[in-house]
């Protein structure tokens, strides 16, 4: 046996999980207290998403063991509930990985696993994969299962929903598993309820209450009554009459860490046909103390010492989501007006002292990005100023809102988006490559991307004061160290600043150059000090564009009269509609004469890894850039 495994003995010898199910059901508590502490060992050697995927190891065995993966399909929301799912399926050596360049991807994804039935990143989506699959499998004749695991509160988007008003129509198989782990119902749980989930998934109601209907078909107002009694004696122990009303049978809710109850309650469930809903209740990073006490903190871990009670911290450093968050709680001071609003990322976001300072003012929506932009446009029709804190491939999703109810309307409406970029180990669902792109069409709009801490700042006082539509992107983590001002300034619209002028001649005579051409440098956002640093080497001249939208012309113009003949677009989103886009129109309007590169995004969509690992990939590195450059 792997010695580092001699401490599991029965997850060493669980390859998959066929491998799972040859045990007896007495084994599986023991497999599940094996599976959490390997989570822990593992996680905190490595760092990852840690007490989401604590809190489901019990119903994780427990699935597995009873239901045919991957015949029968498992899909989970949200993924980072997934690492042990991953543990059992045969991946269990390779989690130490996760999230590293080349490692385990961080959520499921079809490519890495058959049991990966699903790729996952963003929420509420299991629901509408689940019946996908579950109408395909009616469809073709196969009898397998399919099975919707929605948690850490996934269940507030719109789509969730839309997903179970549409499954009670098409009378497919689908069993949904609320996985509710903010014990706002934990004293509903129990050994009644355990008891009353136990009876009302089994045989004998179920055949009850379906022969019941057919006796009492041709008797509608007994009927009704019956239905009537049903359901409010259901509402009067159980939460579960709203999911009844949309076509569900509900059961629950259940204690999800004891095996015994999830066994007997899904064993049953198996057997019963049309939509299923079962409700468990579950704790967020159960087995290991501190993250029980704090699962907000523990969410996504860095590497740290299991036997300590709190994480490392290591020296601070402010973010651009700090900048934004002292910039919320600066302008809300000096104007009423401000109202800030997330969808679920307070904490992302930077909001908390903004929530504390300014609680009445302070509107987190849940997971429905769809619903936070349009709460603003209303806001804003009556006078107010919303800010939208919202992350870049989160915003994706409310892009319709975005375009019709903001822009269309020209609403004053601030969208401060952060994780603009590549951002690491969350890998392609969470880059942010696209915003550029997707917002550079909207009319209406202004956009601004930050190159460095103070930028940031005085952008989003930019964007504060424009009257209409207005975004400032910034990326993850923290910048160059660039000091910032405490009084604000605004940036005239359209209006790049100059960071470097080249010396070289328009026939680079002057000074030993790479190429025998005068280059300029067009940065948009964050790898300014990228461009500076190739820019050294062939002494070229850089711009920080500051503005996607409106384009700063005059500084390309000025650019063409003092001949420079190469010009270079630099942005971390994607090239295909990008800032490099935007110069290119103008370029041929103009009919420039001399050579273009866009350096950005490649037309990919790029995996999870170290941030310097995929900027080199991507060739967003000086070295990458001067290679171009030599290349023409």
């Known amino acids: 046996m792997n010695a580092k495994l001699s401490h599991y003995p029965l997850l060493a010898a669980i390859a998959s999980p066929e491998d799972l199910r040859q045990l007896d059901a007495s084994q599986l508590p023991q497999v599940a207290k094996e599976v959490r502490q390997y989570l822990i060992d593992t996680i905190s050697r490595c760092g990852g998403h840690f007490a989401a995927g604590l809190g489901t190891v019990e119903?994780?065995?427990?699935?597995?063991?009873?239901?045919?993966?991957?015949?029968?399909?498992?899909?989970?929301?949200?993924?980072?509930?997934?690492?042990?799912?991953?543990?059992?399926?045969?991946?269990?050596?390779?989690?130490?990985?996760?999230r590293q360049t080349d490692g385990l991807h961080p959520f499921p994804v079809r490519s890495e696993s058959e049991y990966d039935t699903f790729g996952v990143g963003h929420s509420s989506?299991?629901?509408?994969?689940?019946?996908?699959?579950?109408?395909?499998?009616?469809?073709?004749?196969?009898?397998?299962?399919?099975?919707?695991?929605?948690?850490?509160?996934?269940?507030?988007?719109?789509?969730?929903?839309?997903?179970?008003?549409?499954?009670?129509?098409?009378?497919?198989?689908?069993?949904?598993?609320?996985?509710?782990?903010?014990?706002?119902i934990s004293e509903n749980v129990g050994g009644l309820n355990n008891y009353l989930a136990k009876i009302l998934s089994g045989k004998f109601y179920s055949t009850i209450k379906h022969g019941g209907k057919k006796v009492l078909q041709n008797m509608p107002a007994i009927s009704e009554w019956a239905h009537r009694v049903e359901e409010h004696m259901k509402g009067m122990m159980l939460p579960g009459t709203l999911f009844e009303e949309l076509g569900f049978n509900y059961i629950g809710p259940i204690d999800g860490h004891n095996l015994d109850a999830l066994l007997d309650t899904l064993t049953n469930m198996k057997a019963l046909k049309g939509p299923q809903f079962l409700h468990i209740v579950t704790k967020k990073g159960k087995g290991y103390t501190p993250a029980e006490n704090d699962p907000i903190a523990y969410h996504g871990v860095p590497i740290f010492d299991p036997k300590d009670d709190k994480l490392p911290k290591g020296k601070k450093k402010i973010t651009y989501s700090n900048i934004f968050g002292e910039f919320l709680c600066d302008i809300a001071e000096k104007d009423p007006r401000v109202l800030g609003i997330t969808p679920a990322m307070r904490e992302g976001s930077d909001m908390i002292e903004f929530s504390r300072q300014y609680r009445?003012?302070?509107?987190?929506?849940?997971?429905?990005?769809?619903?936070?932009?349009?709460?603003?446009?209303?806001?804003?029709?009556?006078?107010?100023?919303?800010?939208?804190?919202?992350?870049?491939?989160?915003?994706?999703?409310?892009?319709?809102?975005?375009?019709?109810?903001?822009?269309?309307?020209?609403?004053?409406?601030?969208?401060?988006?952060?994780?603009?970029?590549?951002?690491?180990?969350?890998?392609?669902?969470?880059?942010?490559?696209?915003?550029?792109?997707?917002?550079?069409?909207?009319?209406?709009?202004?956009?601004?991307?930050?190159?460095?801490?103070?930028?940031?700042?005085?952008?989003?006082?930019?964007?504060?004061?424009?009257?209409?539509?207005?975004?400032?992107?910034?990326?993850?983590?923290?910048g160059p160290g660039v000091s910032i001002e405490k009084n604000f300034t605004k940036i005239p619209l359209g209006q790049s600043r100059t960071m470097r002028s080249s010396s070289l001649t328009s026939d680079g005579s002057t000074k030993d150059s790479a190429t025998n051409k005068k280059v300029a440098i067009l940065s948009f956002?964050?790898?300014?000090?990228?461009?500076?640093?190739?820019?050294?080497?062939?002494?070229?001249?850089?711009?920080?564009?500051?503005?996607?939208?409106?384009?700063d012309t005059q500084v390309i113009d000025q650019l063409i009269a003092d001949g420079h003949s190469i010009l270079v677009t630099l942005e971390e989103n994607a090239v295909q509609g990008g800032?490099?886009?935007?110069?290119?129109?103008?370029?041929?309007?103009?009919?420039?004469n001399g050579q273009v590169i866009n350096l950005g995004i490649p037309d990919r969509f790029i995996e999870?890894?170290?941030?310097?690992?995929?900027?080199?990939?991507c060739g967003?590195?000086?070295?990458?850039?001067?290679?171009?450059?030599?290349?023409?």
């Open 579 to 592: 800032a490099g886009s935007a110069v290119n129109e103008y370029l041929t309007e103009c009919q420039f």
């Open 360 to 478: 009445d003012r302070y509107f987190d929506v849940g997971i429905a990005e769809q619903h936070s932009v349009t709460l603003a446009a209303g806001m804003a029709c009556e006078g107010m100023k919303p800010v939208v804190a919202i992350y870049s491939s989160f915003l994706q999703r409310a892009y319709d809102q975005l375009i019709h109810d903001v822009a269309l309307q020209n609403l004053d409406v601030l969208f401060a988006i952060d994780r603009g970029g590549l951002v690491g180990g969350d890998g392609a669902t969470h880059h942010g490559a696209y915003d550029l792109s997707y917002l550079r069409c909207i009319p209406n709009m202004v956009i601004m991307a930050a190159a460095d801490e103070n930028e940031c700042r005085q952008m989003l006082y930019t964007g504060y004061h424009f009257e209409g539509p207005a975004a400032v992107r910034y990326p993850r983590g923290t």
């Open 608 to 617: 999870h890894g170290d941030p310097n690992d995929l900027l080199q990939r």
């Open 59 to 98: 119903l994780t065995v427990a699935l597995h063991y009873l239901f045919d993966t991957p015949k029968d399909r498992i899909v989970w929301d949200v993924g980072h509930q997934a690492y042990p799912h991953k543990v059992l399926t045969g991946r269990r050596d390779r989690l130490e990985t996760i």
């Open 525 to 551: 956002g964050a790898l300014l000090g990228t461009a500076l640093k190739a820019a050294e080497t062939i002494d070229a001249s850089v711009i920080d564009m500051r503005f996607i939208k409106p384009l």
């Open 620 to 632: 967003l590195t000086a070295e990458a850039i001067l290679d171009r450059i030599n290349d023409l």
């Open 125 to 184: 989506t299991s629901i509408s994969a689940a019946l996908g699959m579950a109408i395909a499998a009616k469809q073709k004749g196969d009898e397998r299962q399919a099975i919707a695991v929605i948690g850490d509160g996934a269940m507030t988007a719109g789509m969730a929903f839309e997903a179970m008003n549409h499954a009670a129509d098409v009378d497919a198989n689908l069993l949904v598993i609320l996985n509710d782990n903010d014990m706002s």
